[in-house]
């Protein structure tokens, strides 16, 4: 298609959209415009919409879980978690046993700005240690703060919602984790 036949195309599929939108009923007949019943957004923030349960809103650690193993760090496509923990001795698992050395974690930031929610942090954490929330309400007037620090994250896991059985015959994998 050439240059002007494909602008012209797409002149007449914008106006008619428009004309769908704002005249949802009949067209131009009525000319009574009710852009709002036509209209397939909702008039955010006066209205706000109710996200699935499982919408990727913003990522919760619960921090028990989370070993700084720093898995989620190296396959995060946007190199946006920051991860810095520490080695501690622990008291061995069972007596006469050795002592173990476990990973402390110090800082675990999210930055928000950069985050294109492909979920593959989640997804790939072995502990259970990350976990969608559907909330979505942190926008902020200061890109700097985007960035979500360990305790951010933690308190977002209030936000997600209780698990749900798998449909029978699935692989039987209950996340052994509820929300705190
Ligand atoms: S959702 Fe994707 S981009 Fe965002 S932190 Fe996780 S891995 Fe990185
Ligand atoms: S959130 Fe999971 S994958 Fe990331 S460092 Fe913690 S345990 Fe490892």
Redesign the pocket.
């Known amino acids: 298609m050439g240059l002007v036949p494909g602008l012209v195309k797409g002149l007449v599929v914008t106006g008619s959209t428009v004309v769908r939108t704002v005249f949802p009923k009949r067209g131009m007949r009525t000319l009574v415009p009710a852009p709002t019943k036509g209209a397939a957004t909702v008039q955010y923030p006066h209205v706000k919409e109710a996200p699935p349960t499982r919408a990727r809103g913003v990522?919760a650690l619960h921090e028990g879980n989370c070993t700084a193993c720093m898995l989620?760090a190296r396959?995060?496509?946007?190199w946006?978690?920051y991860i810095e923990g520490h080695k501690e001795k622990a008291p061995p698992r069972r007596a006469a046993g050795k002592p173990r050395q476990v990973n402390i974690l110090d800082r675990f930031d999210?930055d928000y700005a950069l985050?294109?929610?492909?979920?593959?942090?989640?997804d790939v954490c072995p502990f259970e240690a990350l976990f969608w929330s559907p909330e979505y309400e942190f926008s902020e007037p200061r890109i700097a703060d985007l960035l979500h620090d360990k305790e951010r994250l933690t308190e977002w896991m209030e936000t997600v919602p209780d698990f749900e059985d798998y449909e029978p015959g699935s692989v039987a994998k209950k996340l052994e984790v509820p929300p705190t």
């Open positions: 990522i989620c396959e995060c496509p946007d946006c978690i999210i985050c294109m929610f492909c979920g593959i942090c989640v």
